[in-house]
């Protein structure tokens, strides 16, 4: 287990203590290296330079050799020219920073970045096309390849809303300009996942107070789809709680990060936070067999693409500085965060299948699964055994068409009921009005007022009549015969 920021704040430098924007820094460095803040290169080696100023202080020739600072690790690659570009702002235009100034500095200049505050969500365009969709404490984000091609401004967005593994956005700009953006999760829990982070990024940046939330629900209608409630504070009350903060500042021990297979952990060692270079084989082949039991688990994990295609969706004609481009280089490379994409959360139901297929199939599971089920491993019959169901209940599956016309059915079906229902009441409601003698002030109004009169004796007494008309023909009917 691991912490980590959920809400990134909008502007970190009026972050009232210094031990809050340290933690911010260790969150923002680690997004860094694992490539969730992807810049330019500029960008990048003036970001490093402020951690290496920040970890090991002033340059001195006497401590720092020729090439000191490939000896850590900032990004998930590096190049020997982007190494001495580090170095030379280190050693040029940094000097005399304390730690504190070096991670503020950081802090602003992270800030303003594209990518800043992002938590990647891999999807798909409605032309397959791969994405990752992103809720920042600006907005709504869409990054594709190396561009940012959709900025949505958190008071822009009318409606998030899922059905399977479909997300919509609904927006509503200037000149009375409406939107729908839509794409699509690898998986329907995926896709829920994102609804509900939308739903808390939306509540927590864009409300002014926590009383204002209210249920959200992902259909217009109440007996179908998902209902969802952002608990605690909102971005403006934390900001507002932090500013009243009266005590002495605690005690800061700066320590460094150590990648690990999931997430990296914070240490209490001496103070080297980046990676060095020695270590590097062995953190990436870490990495690299925790991006191998996220693939094998499918789960949400991105899937890293060569190539991306140029032609996108209609771009929203929005910026962070309402600026009139519509695409937005975020850097030199593409935007791939897999390193750093957690698991999605799956159905339990869903997780035992999939670890039973695997272990039918013969395929590998990681440590992970293989630490879980060491106390409950099934023996071969077993696995036989569930197997034969496993693919009973495959093949018993239909496809996607067959799923969506039971969809279908059963919205229709639950609508004629919700139909029937409200008709029974109204019915129930009518015969209580006309035939009881129930001297309630609301019924005694309606009673008086003349559309109910003119009701009452034009068209509901000679229906009265001719039902029991027909009743005592129908009564009659039986008795003779």
């Known amino acids: 287990m691991c912490f980590r920021v959920k809400f990134y704040p909008a502007d970190p430098a009026a972050l009232k203590e210094e031990i809050t924007r340290y933690l911010v820094f260790l969150q923002i460095k680690r997004d860094l290296y694992h490539g969730r803040l992807l810049c330019k290169t500029s960008d990048a080696a003036l970001l490093a330079a402020y951690i290496l100023q920040a970890e090991i202080g002033d340059y001195d020739s006497g401590k720092h050799p020729e090439g000191y600072s490939s000896k850590f690790q900032f990004f998930p690659k590096h190049s020997e020219k982007l190494e001495r570009k580090i170095a030379e702002i280190h050693k040029t235009e940094l000097s005399g920073q304390t730690p504190a100034t070096s991670e503020l500095n950081f802090l602003r200049k992270a800030q303003t970045l594209e990518t800043y505050g992002v938590d990647p969500h891999p999807c798909k365009d409605v032309s397959g096309n791969a994405a990752f969709l992103a809720f920042t404490p600006f907005g709504f984000v869409v990054l594709q390849g190396n561009k940012r091609v959709h900025f949505i401004k958190w008071n822009e967005v009318t409606k998030l809303k899922f059905e399977g593994k479909t997300f919509y956005l609904y927006v509503s700009q200037k000149e009375e300009k409406k939107i729908i953006l839509t794409y699509f999760a690898p998986t329907p829990e995926a896709c829920k996942h994102l609804w509900k982070c939308g739903i808390e990024n939306q509540a927590f940046y864009k409300l002014e107070k926590s009383s204002q939330v209210r249920t959200v629900s992902s259909s217009n209608l109440f007996f ?15 900001m507002e709680s932090s500013a009243k903060i009266k005590r002495e500042p605690p005690e800061i021990h700066r320590a460094g990060m150590v990648p690990s297979r999931s997430c990296p952990s914070i240490t209490h060692g001496p103070r080297l936070s980046s990676v060095p270079r020695t270590r590097r084989r062995a953190v990436h082949i870490s990495i690299m067999e925790g991006l191998e039991s996220l693939r094998d688990s499918a789960h949400s994990t991105p899937v890293r693409s060569s190539s ?19 695409v937005a280089v975020i850097a030199d490379e593409a935007y791939s965060p897999a390193d750093s994409v957690l698991p999605t959360p799956v159905a339990e139901h869903s997780l035992e299948l999939m670890l039973l297929s695997r272990q039918i199939n013969g395929a590998t599971c990681s440590i992970e699964e293989e630490k879980e089920s060491e106390a409950s491993t099934p023996t071969a019959t077993e696995v036989e055994a569930l197997g034969g169901e496993l693919r009973a209940l495959c093949q018993g599956h239909g496809g996607p068409e067959e799923e969506q016309v039971n969809k279908f059915v059963l919205s229709v079906l639950r609508l004629l009921l919700v139909t029937m229902g409200l008709l029974f009441v109204l019915l129930l409601l009518l015969i209580i009005l006309t035939e009881s003698d129930l001297d309630i002030a609301f019924f005694r109004d309606i009673r008086q007022t003349p559309e109910f009169e003119q009701f009452h004796y034009q068209y509901f007494c000679p229906l009265r009549r001719w039902f029991a008309c027909k009743i005592r023909s129908v009564v009659s009917l039986l008795i003779d015969t």
């Open 224 to 238: 179908k789809g998902s209902r969802f409630r952002y608990s605690g504070r909102v971005a403006k009350e934390v």
């Open 308 to 326: 991306h295609g140029d032609t996108f969706l209609p771009h929203v004609r929005s910026s962070r500085t309402d600026s009139n481009e519509r």
